[in-house]
């Protein structure tokens, strides 16, 4: 069954230091996200990209983040300048497209710790 | 903006016995689709059922089923015969059906406990 793959699984950065966290999409879906779950709170959306380009983003996304899609498989979130509060569990999710785009797949997420 | 009220932060139920999760939103749309996501201590979120505002039949996959109940802005998680493994926080989710936003809107959660 497809799913979506998150590398790597726990990151461990100090504050002020840039991490990439890297997800695989399913193959043929077209819509890419990133949402965060601060430890013992909701799952709180980030981003959303469509079409090479951000089609959507939360006011948590702000000038520290960005999204690549550097080829056809992988989908990036880089947080520039770590701060504690972004110690986090950050998951990436995807969607088909159409008819097809009702529900996300989720990736096991990437347990990000900054000290 | 939509919202997702889960006002049950935790909740327990004997193995085999039944149990229900509830969640309300607010929208002020017509069309628009509802899920329950569970996320067991691995962290994973694993969709368990979905439903779409338009069909008045309430979803169903084996054990869990859905009370959708449109005006009311309701949207419960029926559980039966519960199993050790459904121990979990379970989370319930929105998103518009509407072009242009495709992002989910979580409450925030539920914990299950099952009891052997």
């Known amino acids: 069954e497809p799913e979506v793959t998150q590398t790597p699984s726990h990151q461990v950065t100090q504050m002020g230091q840039e991490v990439i966290l890297r997800c695989v999409p399913i193959?043929?879906?077209?819509?890419f996200y990133w949402y965060r779950q601060i430890l013992g709170q909701k799952v709180e959306f980030l981003v959303s990209f469509y079409n090479n380009e951000i089609s959507e983003k939360s006011e948590i996304f702000d000038d520290q983040f960005s999204v690549e899609r550097p080829d056809g498989s992988n989908f990036t979130l880089k947080i520039r300048s770590t701060k504690l509060e972004d110690s986090a569990m950050y998951f990436c999710?995807?969607?088909?497209?159409?008819?097809?785009?009702?529900?996300?797949?989720f990736g096991q997420g990437t347990r990000l710790t900054v000290v | 903006a939509q919202t997702v009220t889960q006002s049950q932060p935790e909740m327990s139920v004997q193995e085999a016995e039944t149990v229900t999760l509830s969640c309300t939103y607010d929208?002020?749309?017509?069309?628009?689709?509802l899920f329950w996501y569970k996320q067991p201590p691995s962290r994973q979120m694993i969709l368990v059922i979905r439903?779409?505002?338009?069909?008045?039949q309430n979803a169903t996959e084996n054990r869990f089923s859905v009370n959708f109940q449109k005006a009311a802005k309701s949207f419960s998680l029926k559980i039966s015969d519960s199993q050790l493994g459904d121990a979990a926080m379970y989370f319930c989710a929105y998103r518009t059906s509407q072009g242009g936003s495709e992002k989910l809107v979580f409450g925030k959660g539920t914990k299950l406990t099952v009891n052997p």
């Open positions: 439903q779409e505002a338009y069909k008045q």
């Open positions: 929208t002020s749309e017509s069309d628009y689709y």
């Open positions: 999710a995807s969607s088909g497209s159409g008819s097809m785009n009702t529900e996300a797949f």
């Open positions: 193959s043929n879906h077209l819509y």
